[in-house]
């Protein structure tokens, strides 16, 4: 009984000792900008200075700190309590004190540069030249890379998963040397050594601390992942060959589907690997990777001493953390202060509205489009009924199989709502065995569903779209014949399922065709505005090719991304955000070749007002309910680089601009030689390039400023012109706007006002209207898109 008793104060400590150890978690510090000029150990042990004002020791701080953040931005990573964080957060220096957040990125090229008008004269003799060589907009898009140098001399960094460094797509033949401006290292690690990076990946790092305090000890076992900047997956590779990869001729994914000549928008740009992105232990990796916040601002902070002219983040989150939260954002205002472009994705969380990431207006936000390209194989049922479908699986039927629905042969117990979804175990082989399964999307991956109807031994698997999905129908590497369908022609096989005695299904096998549909149109995936951090800013900003991209990837990983998949591709189809935001990184690095003095925001700017707003039929870019897409879901249109590298003017905002406009949303104190003013302009009047006014009840005026870049022609008169929102009446004031010199700056004044008698319901009350207003000369068209809400 004695020693009962003498144990039970330890037996009541252990629970308690294990909270207070759950207790701590990753918290990032930021002070902001660097005050005066100190050497980086200066720097670092100021840092510990602060961690030891709420550590019991000088050990405990130091084995606390993960990074010290001390190039451009100004603040650490530490390991701490609420209550260490909460004592950190009263000091005067800190700006902000927030959580790791562990960020999960989701897949967020031959045909898609040569799409957008970009396309290289053909240079290899056993490459056929094509019979459209003489169609005026590839001579444009050809003279633009000319000019351009194919982006040589720009050194585009790309956060992300890793690289694969034997592709072809990353080999450096024929490339100058490195340049004298550039400051990185080739960190070397597990499979990646100096002899990895070369002419073209000029540098590559690698961040895992972050990683391994959330998930324990590197293990690569459990991860099948690189400590290095090895790309474990393929998606870091496919990002990076979309923005700059070398030419390759004869590319192809899945034993030839889009085949054609791979290429980067800016082939002859260097590439440097910031791997901030890793497996997660013990899971497929088709659940997406973690990226840490506090290793991808370790990234950042490196990739700006390292002297990169842009930087591709194609990472996002489900939910949005105020600007001094995120790490990608406050990172992305220090690159900026250094002229380095940020460009990141929009986010995968589409249709439904308010779900974009990266919504700061110093990033550019990138939406996702589809290309003219599809892979249409085919559909015939045993009644004649016969559809295109889209398909990229290699594999073939030879004649038809019984046709059954995925709900009536499941085992017993499968939850009814679960039961039409292929999910893994729930078929059962007796009854799938030899026949075609029609299974739905909306529970478990799409891939998933065709590993199941192969586990149960079915021949092969009509893929239905559901209300929710539209009409949009993904492509993937699937393990049996598929065929994917629309809700129109799901119903269509149920109802043959339903009426006949003995139902039949033969699916016939893709091939890559062309002009098959009007594109561009958006894509369901893609993220969709308001701005709910701040609905005066506009976002997205732009759209980009973004479904079924063909790009390098990691020969460590299968086409699928799942274990059972032995395949091995050098390239393959994905889609996401996370493929269109490094097409506009691409042609970032070719505007910053062509202007390099000018500033991000003026290189947005250009995007945006000569992006497209039609299709390639004339017709404006739909959405996925087939009628016209609005700014929440395309920003400004579809991005066309060779109208950008001459806009006529753009909207220009200084470092300085960024930070009046964070005094407009409580973003203070982040450069010690700014303050706020007494009377703080509202957001809307930050000169960006669209304008954005919630909850209008009265007349606002909204100001702006343009500089005239010209082309050459220093002398032009630019006229006004708008398609006011429904509802609202828009004038500028001047309304004509007369330039005499290149770089001289005009200012005037939107004015948008509710119509009056204006009768609402209720319904339209907060609904946000759309149109746009444009300055015009002979030569440009400079577009800017408007979204007004009604209160």
Not at 85 to 102: G, T
Not at 453 to 482: Q, Y
Not at 682 to 702: D, E
Not at 726 to 748: D, E, H, T, W, Y
Request: hydrophobic fraction near 40%.
């Amino acid at each position: 009984m004695k020693k009962l008793i003498s144990l039970f104060p330890l037996l009541f400590l252990v629970p308690l000792l294990a909270s207070c150890a759950e207790e701590k978690q990753v918290y990032i510090v930021y002070f902001g900008e660097h005050k005066g000029d100190k050497a980086l150990h200066e720097i670092e042990e100021h840092h510990h200075s602060y961690l030891q004002s709420v550590k019991e020791s000088e050990e405990d701080a130091r084995a606390s700190l993960l990074y010290s953040y001390k190039h451009s931005i100004n603040g650490f990573a530490a390991e701490l309590t609420p209550d260490q964080a909460s004592k950190l957060e009263k000091l005067a220096e800190v700006v902000s004190i927030f959580k790791s957040h562990p960020r999960k990125y989701e897949a967020h090229t031959t045909r898609s540069w040569e799409f957008v008008g970009l396309e290289e004269e053909e240079t290899d003799s056993d490459v056929p030249r094509r019979k459209n060589d003489a169609d005026d907009r590839f001579r444009v898009g050809r003279n633009f890379l000319k000019k351009a140098k194919h982006g040589d001399g720009i050194i585009v960094g790309v956060l992300d998963s890793g690289v694969w460094p034997e592709s072809k797509s990353f080999n450096d033949k024929g490339m100058g040397p490195v340049p004298k401006s550039w400051k990185g290292i080739c960190q070397t690690g597990v499979a990646f050594n100096s002899s990895h990076c070369n002419r073209k990946i000029i540098g590559a790092r690698y961040y895992v601390k972050g990683y391994e305090r959330y998930f324990g000890a590197f293990n690569v076992t459990e991860t099948k992942d690189f400590l290095s900047p090895r790309d474990p997956d393929g998606h870091g590779s496919h990002t990076a060959s979309t923005a700059v990869g070398r030419r390759v001729y004869g590319a192809s994914a899945l034993g030839g589907f889009a085949m054609g000549s791979a290429s980067g928008g800016a082939p002859l740009a260097r590439l440097a690997i910031y791997k901030a992105c890793w497996a997660k232990p013990n899971v497929e990796k088709i659940e997406g990777n973690t990226c840490l916040e506090e290793d991808m601002l370790a990234a950042i902070d490196d990739a700006i001493a390292d002297g990169v002219h842009v930087i591709s983040i194609s990472i996002g989150t489900s939910e949005p953390y105020p600007f001094l939260q995120d790490g990608i954002a406050m990172g992305a205002l220090h690159a900026v202060k250094r002229n380095i472009v940020v460009a990141a994705s929009a986010g995968n969380s589409g249709p439904k509205p308010g779900t974009l990431s990266n919504m700061a207006p110093w990033i550019i936000t990138v939406g996702a489009s589809t290309l003219d390209r599809v892979f249409i194989g085919g559909l015939v049922l045993g009644n004649g009924y016969t559809i295109k479908t889209n398909s990229i699986t290699a594999f073939k039927m030879d004649k038809f199989a019984p046709l059954v629905y995925a709900a009536n042969v499941v085992v017993p117990g499968i939850a009814l709502n679960d039961s039409s979804q292929c999910l893994p175990n729930s078929l059962k082989p007796e009854l799938v065995t030899g026949k075609v399964v029609l299974c739905l999307r909306g529970a478990g991956t799409r891939i998933g569903k065709g590993i199941e109807v192969k586990r149960a031994g079915g021949a092969g698997m009509i893929l239905g779209n559901v209300a929710a999905n539209g009409n949009e129908i993904p492509t993937d590497s699937h393990f049996v014949p598929t065929a994917g369908v629309t809700p129109t022609v799901v119903d269509k096989i149920l109802e043959y399922i339903k009426t006949d005695k003995n139902p039949m299904a033969f699916i016939k096998p893709g091939k890559t065709v062309y002009k098959y549909q009007a594109a561009p149109s958006m894509t369901g995936f893609s993220s969709r505005g308001p701005n709910v951090l701040d609905p005066n800013i506009l976002k997205p900003d732009i759209t980009a090719p973004g479904l079924n991209i063909l790009a390098a990837w990691s020969g460590a990983d299968s086409p699928s991304k799942m274990s059972v998949d032995q395949r091995v591709a050098d390239y393959n189809i994905y889609s996401g955000t996370s493929m269109s935001c490094p097409h506009v990184a691409g042609a970032i690095a070719l505007l910053k070749a062509i202007h390099p003095k000018w500033s991000s925001a003026a290189i947005r700017s250009a995007l945006m007002t000569s992006a497209w707003m039609t299709n390639d039929k004339k017709k404006p870019i739909q959405d996925t309910t087939g009628l016209p897409a609005n700014p929440f879901a395309l920003g400004s249109g579809h991005f066309r680089p060779t109208k950008a590298a001459d806009p006529g003017l753009v909207y220009d905002a200084s470092y300085r601009a960024y930070l009046l406009y964070g005094c407009s949303v409580n973003i203070t104190n982040i450069d010690p030689t700014f303050k706020c003013p007494s009377k703080i302009p509202p957001g809307y009047n930050h000169n960006y390039p669209s304008i954005a006014v919630p909850n209008l009840n009265k007349t606002v005026t909204v100001k702006r400023t343009v500089t005239n870049v010209g082309n050459g022609n220093s002398t032009s008169t630019y006229l006004f012109s708008a398609k006011p929102p429904s509802g609202v009446s828009v004038k500028a004031i001047p309304n004509v706007l007369f330039f005499n010199r290149i770089g001289q700056k005009q200012r005037f004044k939107i004015v948008i006002k509710p119509l009056k008698n204006q009768v609402m319901n209720a319904t339209e009350k907060g609904q946000y209207q759309f149109g746009w207003f444009s300055w015009t000369d002979k030569v440009h068209v400079v577009r800017s898109p408007i979204a007004v809400s009604l209160a």
